[in-house]
């Protein structure tokens, strides 16, 4: 039984105190946030911030050691947590970082795939479906393909298709833009905001190219390292223009830290 | 030319010049090196100038050997000079830090733990296996019974799959081994069997030590090889493409999805191929039999069907039964437990293997006590 969800309570997905971490290495100490219905949240920061591992933890693949994650509503991380997974997952889709479909499978049968395990539909609506979901990432003449004969960008595409094939409320994307040319990833990005537009889907997306971040975010969520947690939120313009915080003034201004050969530490680190 | 200059005496200093000719580069540091070697080793020098007005070329490896040069002088309190540096060289040098002095920072060293750090370690990491392993038996019990009355989440398609892999595709193999395992053991039995003219007796010896060990026995150890093996590469490889991860958060049950269909299909074709491996080597004895022992075939299948009865083949069916559930399990457990690097599918492949041959064994063991316990 799907959760009734009132329209006023329009929180989406609700992290209170969130620590994560694997073993005695903490990753995210007490990180909370929420998103609202019909956002894109970009979630980024510098390699190994632990945007992957907030990510995990959002989608219940990493049961967090502190703190909680409510996702419409339901409690994902505590007693019951089993139940409210099983819900949960017909209701989000995610696109993993390098697509993850099942090499074994053509693209058309990896988006046919959660519909036959969770629709009751005939074959041959199935079949329609899966076209029309091709057709909107424009993968329609390589339905037949498998994931191994196609390039990077068409796999992600497909994998976007398959996130999408039960019209999921929320949307993860894990790094969407990576590896891809200018053109593909700028396609990519118009998807997401013409299916935020017109379906309403909320979206989180874990990226840190400052183009896809610049052209989508409703709001920007940044995470640091060594603060383990949220440095900074906000839309994408004010934080480049008005944020206090130096470290995110330099990301978004791509300023690199000097690393010379023989340059003493101090310099580096300035 | 290692361009090094003789001992020049002045100012109560010994200073020793160093005018390298030619690159220094790859292919030319090695010698310099050595001649450098000489040069700090010698306790009489007190300064060191290096002229590079015949150097042409210098690359990252001619770079550090002047900045390690640079360095273990300073480290010897002894005064190091530069000079006559190409301009076409200068942007380099100063690219790579060779104009200020370096702060030398060393490679961190992994400290070495103590033997009881390590002991203590490979003990949580022993005991955190076998609660992975409790975790897994458990799912899959739950998930058995289910899986097997519901036919849609039976997924014969899968299962026929893996019984096509698994089963079928190692018939020869199984063939081959059994039959000839039924030939040498014909052959070594009736070297003393003869000797008493009691040649007959090598159908009982075939027949009886094939059907109740050596058939569940071989086969299980081959489908150990071939199916474990192919298990856990498998899944193993999915957990390092996210497959996996995909398949949960889309919610699929990995049990039901990925991990039943295999071990019921080893449910199946492990007695099969057990009672194929049973006929191969009766076979293989029979053609000893026939070839060396003045047997017919007739006589030979007539004294097996004698001395085999049902419980014989029986046990060695639910040994095989057993063995196979036991060979897929651990290759499914084995392919969940890789971590995300090519290095760890080989490993776990490997691991499934030996695994899956030391639970036969112990299983074949039970068993064994078990049936002697029941007189089957």
């Not at chain 1, 424009?138 to 796999?155: C, N």
């Not at chain 2, 039924?182 to 075939?206: K, S």
């Amino acid at each position: 039984m799907d959760e009734v969800i009132p329209r006023a309570a329009d929180v989406m997905i609700q992290a209170d105190g969130l620590t994560v971490g694997y073993g005695e290495h903490l990753v995210l100490k007490d990180v909370t946030f929420s998103v609202h219905r019909g956002e894109i949240v970009t979630v980024l920061g510098g390699s190994g911030c632990g945007k992957s591992t907030l990510l995990k933890a959002l989608i219940g693949l990493i049961r967090p050691l502190a703190g909680s994650v409510r996702i419409r509503g339901a409690d994902i991380t505590g007693p019951g947590r089993s139940a409210a997974l099983d819900r949960m997952r017909r209701h989000i889709g995610v696109l993993f970082q390098y697509g993850a479909l099942l090499g074994s499978l053509s693209i058309a049968d990896n988006v046919a795939m959660p519909l036959e395990e969770f629709t009751d539909l005939p074959p041959s609506l199935i079949a329609d479906i899966v076209r029309f979901k091709l057709e909107m990432v424009g993968l329609t003449d390589y339905a037949h393909f498998m994931p191994a004969e196609l390039s990077g960008g068409m796999r992600k595409r497909a994998a976007l298709a398959r996130a999408m094939a039960l019209d999921p409320e929320i949307l993860f994307c894990d790094e969407p833009s990576a590896g891809l040319d200018p053109i593909t990833a700028a396609e990519l990005d118009e998807l997401l905001l013409e299916w935020n537009r017109a379906l309403g889907i909320t979206m989180v997306v874990i990226t840190h190219e400052l183009a896809s971040i610049e052209a989508i975010s409703t709001r920007c969520l940044m995470l640091d390292g060594s603060a383990k947690g949220i440095i900074a939120v906000g839309r994408p313009d004010e934080l480049k223009k008005d944020s206090a915080d130096p470290r995110v003034r330099a990301f978004f201004h791509r300023q690199p830290r000097l690393l010379r050969a023989g340059a003493s530490s101090a310099a580096a680190e300035g | 030319m290692t361009g090094l200059g003789p001992p020049r005496e002045g100012g109560g200093t010994e200073r020793r010049l160093w005018a390298p000719t030619g690159p220094l580069t790859l292919k030319t540091v090695t010698d310099h090196w050595k001649t450098l070697q000489n040069l700090l080793a010698d306790p009489s020098v007190r300064a060191v100038r290096v002229d590079l007005s015949g150097v042409d070329a210098v690359d990252s490896a001619g770079l550090v050997l002047l900045k390690s040069l640079r360095d273990r002088c300073a480290a010897a309190a002894i005064p190091y000079e530069l000079t006559h540096v190409p301009e076409s060289l200068r942007p380099f040098f100063a690219f790579g830090g060779l104009d200020r002095p370096g702060v030398k920072k060393s490679l961190p060293q992994k400290t070495a733990a103590n033997p009881l750090e390590r002991l203590g370690r490979l003990t949580l990491e022993t005991l955190q296996d076998v609660r992975e392993l409790i975790q897994f038996v458990g799912s899959v019990t739950v998930a058995f019974f289910p899986c097997c009355l519901q036919p849609k989440r039976f997924r014969l398609k899968e299962v026929l799959y893996y019984v096509q892999r698994s089963g079928s595709e190692a018939m020869p193999i199984i063939f081959l081994v059994s039959f000839l395992m039924g030939l040498i053991m014909a052959f070594q039995a009736a070297v003393q069997l003869r000797q008493f003219g009691a040649n007959i007796f090598v159908a009982d010896l075939v027949s009886l030590a094939l059907t109740r060990e050596l058939g569940p026995l071989m086969t299980a150890i081959i489908l150990a090889g071939r199916s474990a093996a192919a298990f856990a590469a498998e899944i193993g490889t999915m957990r390092v493409n996210e497959e996996v991860d995909a398949l949960t958060v889309m919610g699929f049950n990995v049990t039901e999805f990925l991990i039943m269909p295999k071990v019921n299909a080893l449910a199946l074709s492990g007695p099969l191929l057990t009672l194929f491996a049973n006929a191969s080597g009766i076979f293989g004895g029979m053609v000893v039999g026939a070839l060396g022992l003045d047997l017919t075939p007739a006589s030979f299948l007539l004294e097996a069907a004698e001395i085999l009865s049902p419980a014989d083949v029986l046990s060695g069916l639910v040994k095989s039964f057993a063995f196979s559930i036991l060979v897929a399990l651990v290759g499914c457990l084995r392919g969940l437990q890789t971590e995300k690097s090519a290095d760890s599918v080989g490993r776990m492949t490997t691991s499934a293997v030996v695994t899956s041959i030391f639970c036969i064994i112990l299983a074949d063991a039970v068993f064994t006590v078990l049936f002697h316990v029941f007189d089957i």
